[in-house]
T-cell receptor
Protein backbone atom coordinates (compact mmCIF):
# COMPACT_ATOMS: atom_id res chain seq x y z
CA UNK A 1 0.00 0.00 0.00
CA UNK A 2 1.10 3.57 -0.58
CA UNK A 3 2.23 5.53 2.47
CA UNK A 4 0.98 8.82 1.21
CA UNK A 5 -0.27 10.86 -1.63
CA UNK A 6 1.12 13.61 -3.76
CA UNK A 7 -0.98 16.56 -4.73
CA UNK A 8 -1.69 17.50 -7.43
CA UNK A 9 -1.67 14.29 -9.44
CA UNK A 10 -0.70 16.27 -12.53
CA UNK A 11 0.69 19.76 -13.06
CA UNK A 12 1.30 21.64 -16.28
CA UNK A 13 3.29 24.87 -16.28
CA UNK A 14 5.35 26.97 -18.66
CA UNK A 15 9.11 27.16 -18.63
CA UNK A 16 10.35 29.70 -16.14
CA UNK A 17 7.43 29.29 -13.76
CA UNK A 18 7.69 27.69 -10.35
CA UNK A 19 6.22 24.26 -9.64
CA UNK A 20 4.98 23.23 -6.22
CA UNK A 21 3.91 19.73 -5.33
CA UNK A 22 2.79 18.42 -1.97
CA UNK A 23 3.08 15.11 -0.20
CA UNK A 24 1.10 13.78 2.73
CA UNK A 25 2.00 10.69 4.69
CA UNK A 26 0.43 8.63 7.44
CA UNK A 27 2.96 7.38 9.99
CA UNK A 28 5.85 8.87 11.92
CA UNK A 29 9.09 9.13 9.98
CA UNK A 30 12.84 9.49 10.42
CA UNK A 31 13.27 11.23 7.09
CA UNK A 32 11.49 12.04 3.84
CA UNK A 33 13.01 11.93 0.39
CA UNK A 34 11.99 13.20 -3.02
CA UNK A 35 12.71 11.32 -6.25
CA UNK A 36 12.22 12.09 -9.95
CA UNK A 37 11.28 9.52 -12.59
CA UNK A 38 11.49 10.12 -16.31
CA UNK A 39 9.09 8.19 -18.57
CA UNK A 40 8.70 5.06 -16.45
CA UNK A 41 12.43 4.58 -16.02
CA UNK A 42 14.58 4.44 -12.88
CA UNK A 43 14.18 6.95 -10.10
CA UNK A 44 16.71 9.67 -9.36
CA UNK A 45 17.23 10.84 -5.78
CA UNK A 46 16.73 14.60 -5.44
CA UNK A 47 16.86 15.50 -1.77
CA UNK A 48 16.48 14.09 1.74
CA UNK A 49 15.06 16.00 4.69
CA UNK A 50 15.27 14.64 8.22
CA UNK A 51 12.36 14.73 10.65
CA UNK A 52 14.06 17.41 12.77
CA UNK A 53 14.55 19.72 9.78
CA UNK A 54 11.91 22.13 8.50
CA UNK A 55 13.41 23.32 5.23
CA UNK A 56 16.18 22.30 2.90
CA UNK A 57 17.55 23.69 -0.36
CA UNK A 58 19.45 22.11 -3.22
CA UNK A 59 20.00 24.21 -6.32
CA UNK A 60 16.55 25.10 -7.70
CA UNK A 61 14.84 22.76 -5.26
CA UNK A 62 13.31 23.76 -1.94
CA UNK A 63 11.75 21.17 0.34
CA UNK A 64 9.74 21.83 3.46
CA UNK A 65 8.59 19.36 6.08
CA UNK A 66 5.81 19.77 8.65
CA UNK A 67 5.78 16.69 10.85
CA UNK A 68 2.79 17.96 12.85
CA UNK A 69 0.73 17.91 9.67
CA UNK A 70 2.55 14.91 8.21
CA UNK A 71 3.19 16.79 5.01
CA UNK A 72 6.00 17.99 2.79
CA UNK A 73 6.28 20.21 -0.24
CA UNK A 74 8.74 20.33 -3.11
CA UNK A 75 9.24 23.62 -4.93
CA UNK A 76 11.09 23.74 -8.23
CA UNK A 77 11.97 27.29 -9.16
CA UNK A 78 12.48 28.61 -12.69
CA UNK A 79 11.36 25.32 -14.21
CA UNK A 80 12.84 23.99 -17.44
CA UNK A 81 11.50 21.59 -20.05
CA UNK A 82 14.01 19.03 -18.74
CA UNK A 83 12.14 19.05 -15.40
CA UNK A 84 9.25 17.23 -17.08
CA UNK A 85 8.94 14.00 -15.10
CA UNK A 86 7.01 12.31 -12.31
CA UNK A 87 7.99 13.29 -8.79
CA UNK A 88 7.58 11.01 -5.78
CA UNK A 89 8.02 11.49 -2.09
CA UNK A 90 9.24 8.54 -0.05
CA UNK A 91 9.25 7.99 3.69
CA UNK A 92 10.94 5.43 5.85
CA UNK A 93 8.00 5.03 8.21
CA UNK A 94 10.39 4.50 11.08
CA UNK A 95 11.61 1.21 9.61
CA UNK A 96 15.32 1.03 8.90
CA UNK A 97 15.25 -0.49 5.47
CA UNK A 98 11.90 0.14 3.84
CA UNK A 99 11.06 3.19 1.73
CA UNK A 100 7.37 3.83 1.10
CA UNK A 101 6.54 5.93 -1.94
CA UNK A 102 3.57 8.14 -2.62
CA UNK A 103 1.48 8.06 -5.76
CA UNK A 104 3.46 10.76 -7.56
CA UNK A 105 2.90 14.07 -9.31
CA UNK A 106 3.30 14.22 -13.09
CA UNK A 107 4.90 17.53 -14.02
CA UNK A 108 4.77 18.82 -17.58
CA UNK A 109 6.88 21.90 -18.39
CA UNK A 110 6.14 23.43 -21.77
CA UNK A 111 8.20 25.92 -23.75
CA UNK B 1 23.77 7.01 -15.03
CA UNK B 2 23.79 5.47 -11.55
CA UNK B 3 25.99 2.46 -12.29
CA UNK B 4 23.13 0.13 -11.34
CA UNK B 5 22.21 -2.24 -14.14
CA UNK B 6 19.24 -4.54 -14.54
CA UNK B 7 18.52 -7.37 -16.93
CA UNK B 8 16.57 -8.06 -18.94
CA UNK B 9 15.05 -4.73 -20.00
CA UNK B 10 11.76 -6.26 -21.04
CA UNK B 11 10.22 -9.66 -20.45
CA UNK B 12 7.00 -11.35 -21.47
CA UNK B 13 5.77 -14.40 -19.56
CA UNK B 14 2.54 -16.32 -19.29
CA UNK B 15 0.52 -16.89 -16.16
CA UNK B 16 1.91 -19.67 -13.97
CA UNK B 17 5.48 -19.36 -15.23
CA UNK B 18 8.50 -18.38 -13.16
CA UNK B 19 10.81 -15.44 -13.78
CA UNK B 20 14.24 -14.31 -12.56
CA UNK B 21 15.30 -10.68 -12.72
CA UNK B 22 18.87 -9.56 -12.13
CA UNK B 23 20.48 -6.47 -10.69
CA UNK B 24 24.11 -5.40 -10.45
CA UNK B 25 24.71 -2.89 -7.71
CA UNK B 26 26.87 0.19 -7.91
CA UNK B 27 30.52 -0.35 -7.06
CA UNK B 28 31.10 -0.15 -3.31
CA UNK B 29 27.45 -0.75 -2.39
CA UNK B 30 26.49 -3.71 -0.22
CA UNK B 31 22.71 -3.25 -0.16
CA UNK B 32 20.09 -3.95 -2.82
CA UNK B 33 16.39 -3.15 -2.53
CA UNK B 34 13.69 -4.33 -4.93
CA UNK B 35 10.50 -2.46 -5.78
CA UNK B 36 7.44 -3.19 -7.90
CA UNK B 37 5.85 -0.28 -9.73
CA UNK B 38 2.47 -0.83 -11.34
CA UNK B 39 1.42 1.53 -14.10
CA UNK B 40 0.48 4.93 -12.74
CA UNK B 41 1.50 4.07 -9.18
CA UNK B 42 4.48 4.69 -6.96
CA UNK B 43 7.04 1.95 -6.35
CA UNK B 44 6.19 -0.59 -3.65
CA UNK B 45 8.92 -2.12 -1.52
CA UNK B 46 9.36 -5.87 -2.03
CA UNK B 47 12.46 -6.59 0.07
CA UNK B 48 16.01 -5.54 0.79
CA UNK B 49 19.24 -7.50 0.99
CA UNK B 50 22.15 -6.26 3.07
CA UNK B 51 25.41 -8.20 2.96
CA UNK B 52 23.65 -11.27 1.54
CA UNK B 53 20.93 -11.38 4.21
CA UNK B 54 17.30 -10.27 3.87
CA UNK B 55 16.97 -6.98 5.74
CA UNK B 56 13.28 -6.19 5.56
CA UNK B 57 10.34 -7.30 3.50
CA UNK B 58 7.21 -5.59 2.24
CA UNK B 59 3.73 -6.96 1.88
CA UNK B 60 4.43 -9.46 -0.88
CA UNK B 61 3.63 -13.21 -0.87
CA UNK B 62 6.36 -15.86 -0.47
CA UNK B 63 6.36 -16.57 -4.21
CA UNK B 64 8.46 -13.40 -4.40
CA UNK B 65 11.94 -14.41 -3.29
CA UNK B 66 15.43 -13.09 -3.67
CA UNK B 67 19.13 -13.65 -3.37
CA UNK B 68 22.18 -11.52 -2.94
CA UNK B 69 25.57 -12.81 -4.03
CA UNK B 70 29.03 -12.21 -2.52
CA UNK B 71 29.66 -9.50 -5.13
CA UNK B 72 26.41 -7.87 -3.89
CA UNK B 73 24.54 -8.37 -7.13
CA UNK B 74 21.02 -9.64 -6.61
CA UNK B 75 18.21 -11.67 -8.13
CA UNK B 76 14.46 -11.38 -7.75
CA UNK B 77 12.52 -14.57 -8.41
CA UNK B 78 8.78 -14.70 -8.86
CA UNK B 79 7.02 -18.06 -9.04
CA UNK B 80 3.53 -18.87 -10.29
CA UNK B 81 3.18 -15.58 -12.12
CA UNK B 82 -0.16 -13.82 -12.01
CA UNK B 83 -1.54 -11.18 -14.34
CA UNK B 84 -1.22 -8.56 -11.57
CA UNK B 85 2.53 -9.16 -11.46
CA UNK B 86 2.80 -7.15 -14.67
CA UNK B 87 4.82 -4.10 -13.64
CA UNK B 88 8.13 -2.30 -13.77
CA UNK B 89 10.56 -3.94 -11.34
CA UNK B 90 13.20 -1.62 -9.98
CA UNK B 91 16.27 -2.39 -7.98
CA UNK B 92 18.22 0.16 -5.99
CA UNK B 93 21.62 -0.11 -4.43
CA UNK B 94 22.96 1.77 -1.44
CA UNK B 95 25.97 1.71 0.82
CA UNK B 96 24.18 0.49 3.95
CA UNK B 97 20.90 -0.95 5.15
CA UNK B 98 19.66 2.36 6.57
CA UNK B 99 16.75 4.49 5.38
CA UNK B 100 19.00 7.56 5.38
CA UNK B 101 21.27 6.05 2.73
CA UNK B 102 20.67 7.42 -0.74
CA UNK B 103 19.32 4.70 -2.99
CA UNK B 104 20.56 4.58 -6.57
CA UNK B 105 18.02 3.06 -8.92
CA UNK B 106 18.56 0.99 -12.02
CA UNK B 107 16.50 1.53 -15.19
CA UNK B 108 14.10 -1.28 -14.35
CA UNK B 109 12.77 -4.45 -15.95
CA UNK B 110 9.35 -4.23 -17.56
CA UNK B 111 7.53 -7.53 -16.95
CA UNK B 112 4.37 -8.36 -18.84
CA UNK B 113 2.34 -11.41 -17.78
CA UNK B 114 -0.17 -12.69 -20.33
Amino acid sequence: SQQGEEDPQALSIQEGENATMNCSYKTSINNLQWYRQNSGRGLVHLILIRSNEREKHSGRLRVTLDTSKKSSSLLITASRAADTASYFCATDGGTASKLTFGTGTRLQVTL
Amino acid sequence: ETGVTQSPTHLIKTRGQQVTLRCSSQSGHNTVSWYQQALGQGPQFIFQYYREEENGRGNFPPRFSGLQFPNYSSELNVNALELDDSALYLCASSSGGRSTDTQYFGPGTRLTVL
